[in-house]
């Protein structure tokens, strides 16, 4: 059994695997394909949902230790409670984009040298199978899993909020127990449901099993559309700007820069996505580099404008609400701006929960390629090209919790999943670096072995701000996983003494 727990897979065992016909995808996207699905992920929620979240904070709502951040606990004891809840960033909300920019870089640097040597389905879970062995690439399969799942659980909230303050503008409105969420921290449970977030994500799965290169042409305009919506507001808005909104900049110090990052944290990984389409890039040796820093470095710049704008068009502690933007500009009387950019935050969406289901449909397939997940989700449609049965599994994974939850609960618990998953491929870089130098890198990491460590240290920091509740779930969500890997995944396992027995020869640890 530990034997197994640390046997890797080759990179080229994975190459050839990933080349048999019957589970060969459709190479058809590009370098600016793959840019505009960065983009698409990057830029949704975090620019037009939690922008207002991590800004306002919320310090008084939780008096439990359960929501301080876990790094005021270990600082002050028990006396963190009450001293920071979920303190807000305020207008340093500005920095949070910037901090959690560098980060990101860090991490897409690691991501770029890995996806480069390895393109193949699944990101970080492929590229621990490849260098740190099957038991830790199935914790950060099914850790990614829930990253994806949760990060779109709360765009798709996000989504029916916009959506119910544009059609107010017309003054069309949902009855509440079909536009609310069943459950919500502050009220507990009710008889509600969020139809308008189910239905999008599951028109979005119709959409990604007929076909990639479909996927990525609707995903390119509504990156367009939104582009074109962030500079409107930025523009438009910045003549409202007002000064005395700043200050103080950051009125919960440098532990509310910190903790505002954590939670916008997961609005960057949209260069995560990037890494899992691999199977489908026509060059990914020279795509995947490219579009992974692109993506980061164009949105870093709008993420950072936005936060400044927003800030000095409203008080920072007045933006803790689903649709922060719209109703910035609609207290300022700009009703015909605040459709466009509400137009704009809705394509912002759409495209960024396209996206995050395309890499968590191929995550499913590529785990249930290596036997940890049932057979089934590997199949590849015989027409399209596309793993059918994990797209439908992934579609109706996010869009049923996201009738029931609300947002501030999902967008909490993605956070630590994307950190940690960001923790291991770059401590895969250096494992690959240590064991394999002679294997041929169409991109490195400068710089190494140092970006990489101080990935690994920033990445920790940040996971460390995040609630002690929030650590909580994460390792409950894990012990989950550790049941399913012990009583299914390791006895399916193409490593599992019987998958050998009955294989003959199988690989070899490496």
């Given at each position: 059994m530990a034997s197994q727990f640390f046997q890797t897979k080759s990179i080229d065992q994975l190459i050839a695997e990933a080349d048999r016909p019957e589970r060969r995808l459709k190479k058809t996207l590009g370098w600016l394909s793959l840019t505009a699905l960065g983009i698409g992920a990057i830029i949704g929620s975090g620019i037009f949902i939690l922008t207002g979240t991590a800004a306002a904070g919320e310090v008084e709502r939780y008096p439990s230790i359960l929501q301080a951040p876990l790094l005021s606990v270990l600082m002050h004891g028990r006396h963190a409670i009450g001293l920071n809840g979920r303190p807000g960033a305020g207008p340093g909300i500005a920095l949070s984009f910037l901090l959690v920019a560098c980060i990101c870089a860090l991490a897409g640097l690691c991501?770029?040298?890995?996806?480069?040597?390895?393109?193949?389905?699944?990101?970080?879970?492929?590229?621990?199978?490849?260098?740190?062995?099957?038991?830790?690439?199935?914790?950060?399969?099914?850790?990614?899993?829930?990253?994806y799942a949760v990060s779109n659980m709360a765009v798709a909230v996000g989504f029916s909020a916009y959506v119910n303050n544009l059609i107010g503008?017309?003054?069309?409105?949902?009855?509440?127990?079909l536009s609310s969420p069943a459950y919500d921290p502050a009220r507990g449970w009710a008889p509600r449901f969020n139809i308008l977030g189910f239905l999008i994500v599951m028109l979005?799965?119709?959409?990604?099993?007929?076909?990639?290169?479909?996927?990525?042409?609707?995903n390119n305009v509504m990156v367009g559309i939104k582009l074109a919506a962030i500079l409107v507001f930025c523009i438009v808005a910045s003549h409202y700007v007002h000064p005395s909104n700043w200050k103080p900049f950051l009125p919960n110090g440098w532990q509310g820069v910190l903790t505002g990052g954590a939670i916008v944290f997961f609005t960057y990984i949209g260069f995560d996505s990037v890494s899992t389409a691999a199977e489908e890039c026509k060059d990914p040796k020279r795509d995947l580099p490219l579009a992974i820093l692109c993506s980061l470095g164009v949105c870093a710049v709008l993420y950072v404008a936005v936060a400044v704008v927003l800030t000095g068009v409203q008080r920072w502690n007045t933006l803790d609400n689903a649709a922060p933007v719209a109703n910035a500009l609609e207290a300022i009387g700009l009703k015909m701006t605040d459709r466009w950019v509400t137009v704009g935050a809705l394509m912002g969406m759409v495209s960024s929960i396209l996206v995050f289901q395309i890499g968590q449909a191929r995550v499913w397939f590529a785990m249930a390629r290596d036997g940890l997940l049932p057979k089934s989700?590997?199949?590849?449609?015989?027409?399209?090209?596309?793993?059918?049965?994990?797209?439908?599994?992934?579609g109706l994974f996010v869009a049923i919790p996201a009738g029931i939850f609300d947002i501030g609960t999902l967008a909490d618990l993605?956070?630590?999943?994307?950190?940690?998953?960001?923790?291991?491929?770059?401590?895969?870089?250096?494992?690959l670096r240590k064991k394999q130098p002679e294997?041929?890198?169409?991109?490195?990491?400068?710089?190494?072995?140092?970006?990489?460590m101080a990935s690994v240290a920033f990445c920790l920091l940040l996971m460390a701000s995040l609630t002690v509740e929030n650590w909580l779930r994460f390792v409950i969500w894990l012990v989950i996983g550790q049941v399913i890997y012990f009583t299914y995944s390791r006895h399916h396992s193409e490593f599992s003494s019987s998958h050998q027995k009955g294989a003959g020869a199988g690989s070899q640890p490496k």
């Open positions: 991501y770029a040298e890995l996806a480069s040597m390895i393109p193949i389905a699944g990101s970080a879970y492929t590229y621990t199978y490849a260098t740190l062995g099957e038991f830790i690439a199935w914790i950060i399969g099914w850790d990614l899993i829930l990253e503008t017309f003054g069309i409105h949902l009855p509440t127990y979005l799965t119709v959409l990604l099993v007929r076909g990639i290169r479909e996927s990525a042409g609707a989700f590997a199949r590849v449609h015989p027409k399209f090209r596309t793993p059918d049965v994990a797209t439908w599994m992934a993605t956070n630590i999943g994307t950190l940690f998953a960001f923790v291991l491929v770059s401590v895969a870089v250096l494992v294997r041929p890198r169409a991109f490195r990491v400068p710089f190494s072995p140092w970006i990489p």
